[in-house]
């Protein structure tokens, strides 16, 4: 069973949208969520990374686990074609530090 | 901002030679890591490094993969033999720590595109 699952996309919205991305994960042994964008031809760089249940916001950046349904969402406020990119969600467990990556949805922001 | 270098971007190989990707770390960072992702596929976890020997591996870091950190910069990725099946993007990370914590971080090199023919 694959341990985190995302849609590839691509998402494409127009610049100013709210933007969720989602993830789903299997596995329940796990502390932490984090979420990285990737440009193209870049590493991922980590955007936000949560602990709990709940929403953690981050300027635009809304980082929300849903733990009951094992469910993993981000969400981008007025969105910018700047914000045109891959993203990752990643789980990863207290006892090791290493993250588990989904494969990432391509997001597309139009002007 | 300090940031992670990785050269080449590209190496292009033969199946069956020896090749080693280089990477610089941030420079205060202790923990490093190498990461790889095959086309279309996602970001895999290869090795971890700290305190000059390997912390953690995955399987698919074999006995035809090895790390070094020849001197007090360079982290290096040596694939012994390789196959087409190697062929993906490396990313080399590094961070200040292992565990964690409210500040944990890795962070990520651009990448080398290793094409294997």
């Known amino acids: 069973q694959k341990e985190v699952e995302q849609d590839p996309g691509p998402l494409s919205v127009p610049e100013g949208a709210i933007v969720s991305l989602n993830c789903t994960y299997s596995n329940s042994a796990f502390q932490y969520f984090m979420w990285y964008r990737q440009y193209s031809r870049k590493g991922p760089e980590l955007l936000m990374y949560t602990y709990s249940s709940g929403n953690k916001e981050d300027g635009r950046f809304t980082a929300q686990v849903d733990k009951s349904s094992k469910y993993i969402s981000l969400f981008i406020r007025d969105s910018q074609p700047s914000d045109s990119a891959t993203y990752l969600c990643?789980?990863?467990?207290?006892?090791?530090?290493?993250?588990?990556f989904g494969r990432g949805t391509s997001l597309i922001v139009h002007p | 901002e300090p940031e992670v270098t990785q050269t080449p971007s590209h190496q292009v190989t033969q199946m069956g030679q020896e090749v080693i990707l280089r990477c610089v770390p941030i420079?205060?960072?202790?923990?490093f890591y190498w990461y790889r992702q095959i086309l279309g596929q996602k970001v895999e976890f290869l090795v971890s490094?700290?305190?000059?020997?390997?912390?953690?591996k995955s399987e698919i870091f074999d006995d035809q993969f090895s790390v070094e950190r020849p001197d007090g910069s360079n982290f290096t990725l040596k694939i012994r033999s390789t196959k087409l099946e190697d062929s993906a993007m490396y990313f080399c990370a590094s961070s200040e720590e292992g565990r964690p914590t409210q500040t944990y971080e890795q962070y990520f090199g651009p990448g080398t595109r290793l094409t294997v023919t």
């Open positions: 490094f700290y305190n000059n020997e390997i912390s953690e």
């Open positions: 420079s205060n960072h202790l923990y």
């Open positions: 990643a789980k990863g467990t207290g006892g090791s530090y290493i993250p588990t």
